[in-house]
């Protein structure tokens, strides 16, 4: 009973304050997707991916030994990629004010297990900065293992110079989205809060609930009351013509 008389009291609240729900929504809504879109930076995703090794082998080749050692040159060339030497050469040949180090922080090398494709993945506020970092990180990767390893099976699979950046931040339908849930439940937030502040009492089941007798009842409402009352007119004679009288 007691759950069911919360229910119902929560419910009174939300008509009661539904001015302050929907203000609260569309205001919250709306400085979150204007601060979203406007204020902060878009994030944008290009990856490359690299071939470590050989996808066609022959039977001879197809072994054990041979697959193990494609891993390991897919590991050792993620090792190169990770490297100072790389992020300072790709930092030359593009002009980038950044540092070598936070220019690492913008790169990800991601690789399945026992897997010899390699993907690099690079973000950036700018979609052709992003494009361009991750192409010049795969080449300047490429020749720098070439150079030290002598080998020369490690090639980029989608040098694809048409391809876009990934928008990653923001996307709209899913700002909207979110933006009306927090303000819808930030306004709820804001009803309760200003019901628990407001000590007035404005029915009489409130005044039941507090224990607090009640005397009597005052309606306000002065157009009901008018359309109540009922006036009529007597026709007086000449000395009192003009008065009326109400009952």
Known sequence: MNEKVKIKDFIRILKKRIFIIILSTLCITGFIIFSSMYLMKPTYQYSTQVLAGSLSMDEKEASINKVQENRQLALSYMDIIKSPQIMIGVKEELNLKTSSYDLLKQVSITNRDNSQI???????????????????????????????????????????????????????????????????????????????????????????????????RLDLNTKRINRKRKTTYKTLPSTKRGEYSEY
């Open 118 to 216: 390699i993907t690099i993945t690079v973000k950036d506020s700018n979609p052709e900065s992003a494009k361009d970092i991750a192409q010049t990180v795969a080449r300047h990767s490429i020749s720098n293992f070439k150079d030290i390893t002598n080998v020369k099976q490690i090639s980029i699979l989608n040098d694809n110079e048409m391809g876009q950046a990934e928008l990653l931040f923001p996307k709209p339908k899913f700002i909207i989205a979110i933006s009306i849930i927090i303000g819808f439940f930030a306004g709820i937030g804001l009803a309760l809060l200003r019901e628990h502040f407001d000590d007035s009492t404005y029915s009489d089941r409130e005044l039941e609930l507090l224990g607090i007798p009640l005397l009597g």
